[in-house]
């Protein structure tokens, strides 16, 4: 069973280039890989309905952040 | 308790489902998997005990010891460095030997088959000549090789001669960036590192590698008597490639039969000072006998034949370079072996039930290959290490039934063991004999996901069709056209001494219609993911104003990615023909012995294919537009948008319309028609305009393996009804999960519309499991598999496990380290799977055999 909490009203986290941000993607629970590029990455933090995840992609996971930020690493089983 | 399946009035009878084996009587529904093995041996039960698998899932491994090794990046790289200013076929050949001459070797307790690819049995090689941002995400990862700085310099050194960096000159940032997101497209090879290649296993057995050597030799011979003829002629120019080809094939031959002798050294070593137990002592003197003399020899026996494919296999999936699958025809390969030392017993004299324990353990061997896949590949086959798939069965020239004794040690080994890996594929003939069909059945019926199904006569028509393509008018004869299995899980091709498929730059790769189909409704820019225009512009929504045209933008869509991606794979060739020459394959291959030509360039044979994945999203999709916006005009096309734009967050009347269309796999008279249409004209009419490398046109392989999922995180909602962020359809064919409601022959009425332009198309289908484990099963199943057979359906996979026991391995995962399901295309270990990876197939339909079905299949019960 999944251990983690739905997002508030289905809405998504803003996600937005901070230079130099304290809270970048790279640190965030959220966060996974690109499937090619290490310089980029994926946002997980949008569930579905079904449990799945409705990705983003982030063009640079060093300087981008959002509201949803949360240092931190999830299971395997809680990702797609 | 187990429950039985409900009884069915048939043909004027009560049909009752008592179980085939009483003894399962008492064994709960939800632990059934736990208990189906049975290894053959305590030997196997002990390796199985301590089998080290490297299951991935989500980018990361579940075990955390597993790790890249070092030794193979090392190796290489000296050699690399050492060998500049040389011929860049010599510079591979020495490559291997510098590796295969100071690389760790590891013997392992209890295991008879021996050889690693790796400097421990937690690791695994990376390969730093192939895509240096593979090995950046390694780098950066809790899977580090140590030293890091040490690789982080060789990642730094290859960056420039690496495939990769070769490959992205000559493509603009924008159909990179398009490819990299693995959305519309999959990553090019040279970024990814991603490959598969059928080994000429027949010729090292057949031959051994000193026959080889020779035979490069007097070629060398005759190639310079033939520079020094007076009076000289330009032509011979050409002997120039030739020489350095068949120096590249001495040098590398010589250093596997090094390799493998210092791995019979080692064996002795052990036997003769450190091994207490006398048996395992005279054990090891057996190893190191056989590897003395495989693969140099010949192979004498069927141990010498397990041995010597084994190095092979690591050879040419590992150490020389990486690539996933495990291609031959193992039953045929091995038959003769079989005889000698069963039926014969002229050497190495053993029973059947050797023969099965000698399966499992090698079954055992590939449980704990671990393969230095870039992170999109350790993503999308979760719950395994990687593809692994043999092929077995089918007819011999005359369609005369190829399955032997050795086929059914085979399966018997699968059946026992029960691992995720290898896969089995069975080429399916209304000849293969019952005894062997029957255990294909008790596989299946045990849940093993395998073997998988396919059409033997369309594999072998396929084979002969792809040969007229020929650009030197050498491709599969009419008999050799027969001897084919499936190069990775779908796409049948040649095996043997000759023309078999090198590289997956001739055919493999994935495109993905559901994200396109997203695209053509908003003029080719991905809002929902990367936010970024990632197709053609082919129009906006004021430009939509007929399905014509909503087609035939789709067809633009489609036409981009396949051609951006074939292109993709004919560059990787060029530059692997170039630098990234296999010396040890080609000195098996014998048309790369007698032409003088590296194999990876040599094309005598074309195999071109690519996956089309989540193609029914779009079919489906398609469907209910037509309907309810251009026939019904129920709703507009912008109304449909708007709906999307916000994932259908207060159009929920609309979205159950349209998720209520007409779907495939209902034999319905209103979808099949479109979807056969779509298939035939765009997924294959468009991608078959292709010619590439070999001169051959390229075929869709609809697949999905664990991409259904990934694709499916990346795409926004679609006009089939789905979610934002939802899985696709879990097969090249299949139904989408849920959407099949009509019963298991309206599947096969569909899926059997569709023939035009295709290689192969994956089915997924799910069995009732009281069903088949019934009196009545093998009876069912015999008959379901004869209407596919007619239907001229190309293939079929099989899940054959309850809801009750997934969702009890999801409760316990502890508790269920043995079961199996079939993802798509390859199993897994259920429990290593992602949960919402685990709830897409407890949500597929099991097929529910109705008296209707049945009489349709004509079962005899």
Known sequence: MS????????????????????????????????????????????????????????ADVKNTTCDMHEVGVLSFRDHV | MTTLAENIEYRGKVIEFPLDNPEETDIADDMLHENLARPTTERTKRLKARCRVKHASA???????????????????????????????????????????????????????IGYHAEDPEMFPLYPELAYMAVQDYLESDYSPQPKDE???????WKPYSMQAKGERYFSQEDLSRMYQVSSMEAPGFATGYNSVVPPYETILEDGLLKRIEIAKGK??????????????????????????????IIADEAVINWARRHARLAKIVAENFETDPARKTELLEIADISHRVPAEPCKGLKDAFQAKWYTY??????????????????????????????????????????????????LKVSEHGAGKSRAYREIFPGSNDLFIMTLGGTKPGYVDACSDMTDAILEAARNIRTTEPSLVFRYSPVSREKTLHLVYECIRDGLGYPSIMHDRLGTEQMKYYSQFSKNNNGATDEEAHYWANVLCMSPGVCGR????????????????????????????????????????????????????????????YAYATSCVIR???????????????????????????LGQDAVGLCEQPNGWHNPITTVVAANSLVAMKKLVFEEKKYSLQQLCDALKVNWEGYEEMQRDFKNAPKWGNDDPYADPIIKEFYEDIIGGTMSKITNWSGGPVLPVGQAVGLYMEIGSRTGPTPDGRYGGDAADDGGISPYWGTDKKGPTAVLKSVAKVQKNQKSNLLNQRLPVAMMRSVHGFELWKSYMATWEKLDIMHVQFNCV?????????????????????????????????????NTIIARNELKFGSDDLEYMDTKL
């Open chain 1, 3 to 58: 251990t983690i909490a739905p997002t508030k009203d289905s809405k998504q986290a803003l996600m937005h280039e901070e230079q130099d941000t304290s809270k970048p993607c790279t640190t965030c629970k959220w966060q996974i890989g690109d499937p090619t590029d290490p310089t980029r990455g994926q946002c997980t933090a949008n569930r579905t309905q079904m449990g799945g995840v409705w990705k983003r992609w982030i």
């Open chain 2, 220 to 249: 060398l011979s005759d190639a310079s008597k033939d520079l020094e003829k007076i009076p000289w002629n330009a032509k011979q120019l050409e002997l120039l490639e030739k020489i350095d080809v068949w120096n590249s094939m």
């Open chain 2, 314 to 363: 690591l050879l040419c999936h590992a150490i020389d370079r990486y690539a996933s699958g495990m291609a031959h025809k193992e039953d045929e390969l091995l038959e003769p072996y079989y005889n000698i030392s069963v039926f014969d017993k002229t050497f190495q004299p053993m029973t059947h039930t050797d023969v099965v324990e000698m399966v499992e353990m090698e079954r």
């Open chain 2, 59 to 113: 980018g990361e491994f579940i075990d955390k010891d597993v790790r890249a090794g070092i030794e193979r990046m090392r190796f290489i790289t000296e050699a690399h460095k050492a060998s500049e200013g040389q011929p860049e076929v010599i510079r591979r050949a020495l490559g291997l030997e510098n590796i295969l001459n100071k690389s760790t070797l590891i013997l392992q307790q209890d295991e008879f088959i």
């Open chain 2, 151 to 157: 690789a982080a310099e060789i990642c730094e050194y």
């Open chain 2, 568 to 594: 993709a794979k004919d560059v990787m060739r060029y530059f692997e023909s170039n630098f990234l020459q296999m010396p040890f394959i080609s000195s098996l291959d014998d048309g790369a012995m007698e």
């Open chain 2, 802 to 838: 309850s809801n009750e026991e997934l969702k009890a391995a999801q409760k316990e995962p502890e508790m269920h380290q043995d079961l199996i399901v079939r993802v798509s295309g390859f199993s897994a270990r259920f429990v290593d799977i992602p949960t919402y990876g685990q």
């Open chain 2, 498 to 557: 000759r023309k078999t498929q090198k590289t997956r730059s001739e055919g493999g790769g994935s495109i993905f219609p559901a994200k396109m189909m997203e695209l053509v409704l908003s003029d080719g820019f991905d809002w929902s993911y990367a936010n970024m225009q990632l197709g053609p512009h082919t129009g906006t929504i004021d430009n939509l104003k007929t399905f014509e045209d909503v087609w035939e933008a789709f067809r633009a869509q």
